[in-house]
């Protein structure tokens, strides 16, 4: 998609969110000559900050291809905001009901389009400890295998400086430096012409979310931990955990 064709919605929130982006930020931007030029493609991007879907989407903003994101449903319902949700050809994801697949069937209409689907892999703020990728859900590599479209991993890290995972207030001194580094794209070529088993899918999706983390230490300067954070293990590991502790204290009650 050329600049040309960004559309109206997309210029204007340009104009409203660019002005106090260069005013919170400095820049750090590289690896923009990985994305693509033309056709479609997808994006598969880390996620630690509220903020960094509004910074990096400035990054692909200035690339010429501009994201489409997906997203809560609910945000497309609020007034201005789903106004401009809809206008910028944002797609509505609905969790746990009968267009739970819709979604996917309409990132994979844009990517057949020509446009970029912008995938935040991990689904969810990381709750990595030291904010690395965590395991990431098989969305984009489903799209990816059904298209057989370009997957260009990139990695941001200073919004969440300027308001960290889970916090309620900003940072906003000093000034803080959004980091952004698109890696070329992954190679899944193994994994085409193949069936998109459940298996399959979660071996691609952790090749994806290998490259995002490779293109993150760059950025870092350091290495990311061998094993990958797993929410739900460790929601299962804490249940049993206190599930030990209550049994450990019923048996001192019954001394």
């Known amino acids: 998609m050329s600049r040309r064709k960004v559309g109206f919605w997309y210029r204007f929130a340009a104009v409203l969110c660019k002005p106090p982006l260069v005013v919170l930020f400095k820049r750090?931007?590289?690896?923009?000559?990985?994305i693509p030029a033309e056709g479609g493609f997808i994006t598969v991007v880390n996620h630690n900050s509220h903020v960094d879907p509004v910074a990096y989407a400035h990054f692909q903003y200035n690339t010429g291809r501009v994201p489409r994101f997906l997203a809560k449903h609910a945000l497309f319902r609020k007034g201005f905001v789903g106004a401009a949700m809809r206008g910028t050809g944002q797609i509505?994801?609905?969790?746990?009901?009968?267009?739970?697949?819709?979604?996917?069937?309409?990132?994979?209409?844009?990517?057949?389009?020509?446009?970029?689907?912008?995938?935040?892999?991990?689904?969810?703020?990381?709750?990595?400890?030291?904010?690395?990728?965590?395991?990431?859900?098989?969305?984009?590599?489903?799209v990816a295998l059904a298209t057989g479209c370009p997957v260009v991993p990139v990695a941001q890290w200073g919004a969440n400086l300027l308001l960290p995972p889970y916090a309620s207030k900003p940072d906003l001194w000093p000034r803080k430096t959004h980091?952004?580094?698109?890696?070329?794209?992954?190679?899944?070529?193994?994994?085409?012409?193949?069936?998109?088993?459940?298996?399959?899918?979660?071996?691609?999706?952790?090749?994806?979310?290998?490259?995002?983390?490779?293109?993150?230490?760059?950025?870092?300067?350091?290495?990311?931990?061998?094993?990958?954070?797993?929410?739900?293990?460790?929601?299962?590991?804490?249940?049993?955990r206190t599930a030990a502790e209550h049994i450990d204290h019923d048996i001192e009650g019954g001394k």
């Open 92 to 142: 509505p994801v609905y969790r746990e009901s009968t267009d739970a697949l819709s979604a996917f069937r309409a990132a994979i209409g844009a990517v057949e389009r020509g446009e970029c689907v912008a995938f935040y892999p991990e689904g969810t703020l990381t709750r990595d400890p030291d904010q690395w990728p965590m395991i990431g859900k098989t969305g984009a590599a489903r």
């Open 179 to 240: 980091h952004v580094l698109a890696g070329p794209p992954v190679d899944l070529s193994r994994f085409h012409d193949r069936e998109p088993t459940p298996e399959l899918l979660k071996e691609a999706t952790e090749v994806i979310m290998a490259a995002i983390t490779e293109q993150l230490e760059l950025l870092r300067g350091e290495k990311a931990p061998h094993t990958r954070y797993d929410p739900r293990h460790v929601r299962v590991e804490q249940r049993r």
């Open 28 to 34: 750090d931007w590289r690896g923009m000559e990985n």
